[in-house]
């Protein structure tokens, strides 16, 4: 019953979006009331919230006759975490997409004036074209309220690694508000190749929502990071993983997107390399969507199938060739742009996109190349972290170097290299003082330095500036990008980690850190079976470590849930990855990660940079200029 | 030149040497540990894990070998060598850069060098037309009236997605949620097809490998009866006793506990059994339990 009524909302809903998809082009073809368009809009947004409703219903009241509940939920499953299976399987979290998409509709299409630019009613029908692929994908072919025959009595719940931690509630749907984000700056690209012109508020407008979807984008990573660190529990925070690499590859457009706004952010102008830009970075949420939920890459963090893969292709590439279509017939031979000198701000940043666009290359081709090698030869093959290191590590460590100039940019002259002396000096004794006491390796070892230098520039920039900190979200947002650079270097480079077998009463030593194996505990729960160990740490820390081993019959999965004690230093990680069965002996994997913190401290702060610049005021002097005599045409450099 | 500037360019030049030496201390070879040969090998059973990551039996056992080989020696090519011989190329996370493997280089610089071209080809133009703000804005699109053509095209392909949406088959899906894969799937139909060949001493290893990370009733009990079939009946009746400890109305701990005690010969196997048979009167082993129990 409650199946079906799901159902009969999702189709409803895409029936709404279609009208709200021709409403909005009917406004911005024959120039009429918006008024139901916008009265369209929000009934998409209804639509979809009650297919969220109806799901969350069916899953808190257990109603194993709908297929997502009998595949994803159980009754020995905490509330919570019942909640949070909504998107703990691929089907339900196509709903919250939906949900997120027609909230970012309604949003985009809103009353307020300052929203409304003249290309608006083109982006709000691109957005809804958008709207009706994901509905049509979610009912045609990944209904989650198809019924169940026969009705089981009790189901598997959630992977038990989607049930291991509270942040499940919010890393998910952060991530994906950041990937739907996207779709403004794509609606709004292609919108000016549709209507053939841009002006200056639609430009602001795009880079205020690229912003916000980027710092959205920035916390999801970062939390990402997080979750593989401490609740996933193999030791590490990014393995160049296909999903890892799909979050990471919009990042990257976004940024060079956000860049080359910036640099000319007063003409209000695009030119088609932004434009090719704004669109690529919803196309590659889309084609990350498409790789790691259809199965066609294998990958720790892909928890489901499905058949949608087809649908989910055709679009991407349906989307990629009307994109170069429009690209091509509105591309018309370059304008003029008064050759800047070289170290001024466009070169400076567009030089930035360039190498942006360079890592997101690496990483794309990374990725697919085992699907290339599938295709050509039919042979197995990976890509692994090696590849990434040594072709995208050294690409970003130049982006680093760059970013140092960053706080000496003008828009008119070249920057004052003779600025740089200071930063340059901090950058060149970080790097002495480290490598003369310890061996890191040259890549970290120059991220140290680069890291340093960069920091120091920003600070000096901040004393320079402190009058008007407040419009300086992008020294904030930097500042991170560097920090998270140093907590890469210093935990890829002084980690130590000992793996060992340990009866009761051994002793294991990584680094300075020791642990004796004081006993294990086995405890069989409702749902799991799990072994824990407790260890005494000794040397360069103290106190108890409890790490587990849990293994869950419905799903026949074993975690390892990590326990990890953190001090300024670093984090003394444990993990268990066998325990006999009589509780006398268990193997243990100890680690000492230094800095790992910074990581975190450092996607932090870029998320909080950007979103301050995201929620800056205009200044008064660009907002007095009238949106409408800045009109430009597309291609205008 | 300033004595200021001068101070600074020396201060710069000593760091600068200072910073060489460090990066030249660094440059050395480092020596492989096992975690470094470790990650750069994919465990098989996994998706997309190295060995170093993977939690898995198999990773596990691959992680022991890599220690013995390097214990006995062995260089650390010679214990690559060793695991592609076994598993194939593919084992190895890096691929090679050979043939295909070009292409990792190739599309990268490609797409840069393509990239960084457009990007040079505006800079370089002189100014030769009116700058972008004298541009001529195009009009902006005319207030025209909706007509209805357009109107009855819009109400005919909504009448359409509603009808296709209605009209799709919504049936009733009778498959059963599929088993997740599971890493200790394999090795537990490898120790099924050892005991399928008689092999028990070799199946029983591999189910004790498996219960060290999935303890539960079934497996035990398989690791249980192999080793009863492998006549090792002590340690069988010992995990038996486990399994009962755990979930005391188990007959089939029973049964191969009495078994077990039987084999070892302890005078508790005839208790046991019986117990068993009142517990299970028509297991399908009673009938060969009562014949035991009743010849002398």
Redesign the interface.
Known sequence: MIGQAGSVVLGAGLVAAVATTLLWSRVALLGVSARPARAATWTTLAMAAAACGVLEAALIGHDFSVRYVAENGGRDVPLYYTVTSLWAALDGSLLLWLLILAGCAVAMGGRRPGRAGPLRPYAMAVAGAATVFFFALTYFAANPFTAVSPVPADGPGPNPLLREHPAMGVHPPLLYAGYIGMVVPFAYGVAALLAGRTDRLSVALMRRWTLIAWALLTAGITMGAWWSYAVLGWGGYWAWDPVENASLLPWLTATALLHTLAARRRTGALHPWTVALACSSFLLVLIGTFLTRSGAVASVHAFTTSPLGPMLLGFVLASVAGVLGLLVWRSREPDSVPASPLLARESVMTGNAVLMVALAAIVLTGTLFPLLVQAVQGDAASVGPGYFNRSAVPVALVVLLLMGVAPLLRADRAADLRRLAMPAAAGLGAAAVVGLLSRPGVLPLTAFALGAYVLTGLLQAAVRQRRSLRRSGWLLAHAGIAVVAVGVAASSAYTVSTEQQLKVGETVTAGDVTARLVRVDRTAGRGDMSSRVHLELGGGADGRSEPALRYYPARDLTVSVPAIRSHISGDVYATVLAATPDGTAATVRLAVNPLVWLVWLGGALTALGATAAALRPPSRRRARIPAADAEAPVGAA | MTLRRFL?LG??VV??G??G???W????P?PESA?SIA??L?CPT?????VA???S?MA?AM?DTIDQQLAAGRTPEQVRRFFVDRYGP?V????SYRG?GL???L??GL??AL??G??L?????????P???E????A????????RA??AV?VA??AL??AV??A?P?????T??A??A????SLQSLAQSLEDQGRYAEAAEVYRDV??????DRT?LKLAFALLRAERATEAA??AE?VLH?SPTSTDALLILGLAQRASGSPAATATLRRFLKAAPADPAAAEVRRLLAAP
Do not use: F
């Open positions: 600074t201060l710069l760091l600068l200072a910073a030496t460090a990066v201390r660094s440059a050395g480092r975690h990650e750069q994919l996994c998706q997309g894990e190295s990551q993977s939690q039996p596990a992680r593919d190895l996370a890096e691929p295909l292409l990792l280089w599309l990268p797409t840069v990239v960084a457009l990007a080809r505006r800079r370089r133009r002189k100014p030769d037309g700058s972008p703000a541009a001529p804005a195009e902006p699109p005319a207030r025209r009236r909706p007509s357009w109107d819009a392909v909504i997605v509603a949406a209605v799709s919504h049936r009733a899906s009778d059963r949620p088993p997740t599971d890493r200790n799937t219960v060290t990370q999935r303890p539960d035990r010992i995990t486990q755990d």
